[in-house]
């Protein structure tokens, strides 16, 4: 069984570019969830994806958007980066309405200058 | 709104001592209940997890207990060992709807002193 895998491990954008993150879930899982997680600080939701549309959002702006394709796997994509953005991006698949919760990845140290 | 507050933010103890680590949730719609484990530079492991319809769960030297009325949980780490230095956090999470997003408390760092 696969785990959750993310790309790249590390990033560093400048304020105003804009960046992709992916993600493959793990095998049998069919939602896949982002997380945003600044340093110190628990994640926090940023959006869920299930059947390639987004089905719930956390408070985060529309600069943050994302995708998921029929495999399962996602993007996560941030235009107009900000020096806030700057913080360990996760990825987590599940199983839609059961299971036994989130697999998380590694995540994507993004760092904006 | 939703929020999960998490106590203390740092733990140290002795190998071969208990660790808790305290949580309380406030939307009483929550049923599920995971710990997570975070070693640097790694994402978040699923420890342990509890649902609201039980109390108590353990798993070797682990166990969470849940208080519905009073929006606690807890994390109880028995005989620790240095390798279980790292930082926890608990979420909460109304699980089985359209979306089961979690919340998550601010995080505990545990260091065990061998």
């Known amino acids: 069984e696969t785990g959750v895998t993310q790309s790249p491990t590390h990033l560093i954008k400048t304020r105003g570019q804009q960046v992709t993150l992916r993600c493959s879930s793990q095998?049998?899982?069919?939602?896949v969830s982002w997380y945003q997680q600044a340093l110190g600080q628990g994640p926090q939701f940023i959006f869920q994806?299930?059947?390639?549309?987004?089905?719930g959002r956390g408070n985060f702006p529309p600069r943050f958007s994302g995708l998921q394709f029929p495999n399962y796997s996602s993007e996560l994509n941030v235009n107009a980066l900000e020096l806030d953005d700057s913080a360990l991006y996760l990825c987590?698949?599940?199983?839609?309405?059961?299971?036994?919760?989130?697999?998380f990845g590694s995540g994507t140290r993004l760092t904006v200058v | 709104g939703e929020n999960v507050e998490q106590h203390p933010s740092t733990l140290s103890v002795q190998e071969g001592d208990s660790a808790v680590i305290k949580c309380t949730y406030s939307d009483s719609a929550s049923n599920y209940f995971p710990w997570y484990k975070q070693e640097l530079g790694k994402g978040p492991q699923l420890i342990i997890d509890?649902?609201?319809?039980?109390g108590e769960k353990k798993d070797q030297r682990i166990a969470v207990t849940l208080n519905k009325t009073a929006k606690h949980f807890s994390l109880h780490i028995t005989e620790t060992q240095p390798e279980d230095s790292a930082v926890y956090f608990c979420a909460a999470a109304y699980y089985g709807g359209a979306t089961n997003k979690l919340i998550f408390g601010t995080g505990t760092l545990l260091a065990v002193q061998p």
């Open positions: 987590a698949s599940s199983v839609q309405g059961g299971g036994r919760g989130y697999t």
């Open positions: 509890i649902r609201s319809n039980v």
């Open positions: 994806y299930y059947r390639e549309e987004e089905n």
């Open positions: 095998s049998g899982h069919n939602t």
